[in-house]
């Protein structure tokens, strides 16, 4: 499997609030770029893998510059899926400098997966695709 590298993309300098998305899908991080187009976040980082992520996020633990102030996670993911996410993040959490708000942003739309999610307390929403622009802007206020 092909690794992309993390991708930051500056936007409006007036929004302060950042968004980190782990999601394989190169479409959907296209989607939330030109969504992002009114500029409800600063920036979006994009990342495709687990473990880059996590390690990412230990990095930069005591940089709240570096930390993002919201993730979306899909649930789906071709190597270390959402769960294996969300399991490492209920572990380093703690240690991080700034609170995160994580939603679950998936295709999913099992009954089994929101009810899985509902254990995790730093999840604020899970989200089924498709995604709306409404969604997306209350999330960024």
């Known amino acids: 499997?092909?690794?992309l590298p993390a991708r930051k993309l500056t936007l409006n300098r007036l929004q302060t609030k950042t968004l980190l998305v782990l999601d394989d899908d190169v479409q959907f991080?296209?989607?939330l770029t030109l969504a992002n187009k009114p500029n409800f976040f600063h920036?979006?980082?994009h990342h495709y893998e687990v473990d880059?992520?996590?390690r990412y996020?230990?990095?930069n633990q005591?940089?709240?510059a570096n930390l993002p102030d919201v993730i979306f996670v899909d649930l789906s993911l071709p190597v270390n899926d959402g769960w294996s996410f969300l399991n490492a993040f209920e572990v380093i959490r703690s240690s991080l400098c700034k609170q995160i708000t994580v939603y679950i942003l998936t295709a999913s739309v099992r009954k089994a997966d929101r009810e899985r999610a509902s254990g995790y307390t730093f999840v604020k929403q899970y989200i089924s695709k498709p995604f709306t622009m409404d969604q997306f802007r209350e999330i960024a206020a």
């Open 52 to 54: 880059a992520l996590i």
């Open 29 to 31: 991080h296209r989607i």
């Open 1 to 3: 499997m092909l690794s």
């Open 43 to 45: 920036h979006i980082d």
């Open 62 to 64: 005591q940089s709240k």
């Open 57 to 59: 996020l230990t990095a």
